[in-house]
């Protein structure tokens, strides 16, 4: 059975740091294309970056670019996003998810075939 499951999300001051982890089970994420996707209370999904297949090209979205990276740990079978200054608008339900294809990631969610089921992460003073 294909499972992602998501962990590291808090509550963190304005300004503030998280590492959210995604961790599969079931299959290798090394062949799949890795997206992170956010959801704020009252608006649509956002996807805000993504990761391909065996080490490829990273794309991120225009509100994370340059606080957010996203990266591999092959041996751990974990895809993480690094959050580094933190806003309020940051504040969501965040989610992994993975997309067997040898293309370029894009952050699209319905490019994406399974899904963990989110990890809350709150910034407030």
């Known amino acids: 059975q294909l499972q992602l499951v998501e962990s590291g999300g808090g509550l963190v001051q304005p300004g503030g740091s998280l590492r959210l982890s995604c961790v599969a089970s079931?299959?290798?994420?090394?062949?799949?294309?890795i997206g992170w996707f956010r959801q704020a209370p009252g608006k649509e999904r956002e996807g805000i970056s993504c990761?391909?297949?065996?080490?490829?090209?990273?794309n991120y979205a225009d509100s994370v670019k340059g606080r957010f990276t996203i990266s591999r740990a092959h041996a751990k079978n974990t895809v993480y996003l690094h959050m580094n200054g933190l806003k309020p608008e940051d504040t969501a339900i965040y989610y992994c998810?993975?997309?067997?294809?040898?293309?370029?990631?894009?952050?699209?969610?319905?490019?994406?075939?399974?899904w963990g089921q989110g990890t809350q992460v709150t910034v407030s003073s």
């Open positions: 998810a993975a997309a067997y294809s040898g293309r370029l990631c894009r952050p699209v969610a319905d490019e994406y075939d399974y």
């Open positions: 079931g299959f290798g994420l090394d062949y799949y294309n």
């Open positions: 990761i391909s297949s065996s080490g490829g090209p990273t």
